[in-house]
């Protein structure tokens, strides 16, 4: 599946590293606003392991993530987190990575001390994604 997916993605130049590392930032990001309020904690869990990434991208971090910012508040508000999260989890392809898909927007979630219902659900459709 791997070797596949780096197939599709060779003439884009996109790594399957890469890709992988960009859906996790971006589940991360989905989770920050799914509450409907967007609080500093929830960034600062974001923004701490987006720089622990080596990433490896044409579009530096932080415009990367303040542009997705969009596309998630997007996907929230046009009720498609359900196939945003099963978009995403398709790129992650490592069973690691997948786990740290749900720890990390289970952190993000508990990051403003209240995990709302919105959030609750989306944890319970990635955790069932993974398994």
Same mark, same amino acid.
């Given at each position: ?5 780096? /197939?599709?993605?060779? %003439? ?27 609080? %500093? ?19 530096? &971090?932080?415009?990367? #993530?303040? %542009? ?5 508040? &997007?996907? #929230? ?7 945003? #999260? ?5 790129? #992650? ?10 720890? /990390? ?6 990051? %403003? ?19």
């Amino acid at each position: 599946m791997k070797f596949e997916q780096l /197939l599709t993605h060779f %003439d884009m130049g996109i790594s399957i590293e890469q890709l992988q590392k960009e859906s996790l930032l971006d589940i991360a990001i989905l989770f920050m606003g799914l509450d409907g309020a967007i609080d %500093d904690k929830e960034k600062l869990v974001v923004k701490s392991f987006a720089r622990n990434l080596d990433w490896h991208s044409v579009i530096p &971090l932080d415009d990367y #993530i303040t %542009d997705m910012q969009g596309k998630c508040i &997007l996907a #929230i508000q046009s009720n498609e987190v359900e196939s945003f #999260i099963q978009h995403r989890l398709k790129h #992650i392809v490592d069973a690691p990575m997948r786990d740290l898909a749900l720890k /990390l927007a289970t952190e993000v979630s508990k990051a %403003d001390g209240t995990v709302d219902d919105k959030e609750r659900r989306a944890l319970s459709l990635l955790e069932a994604e993974i398994i």
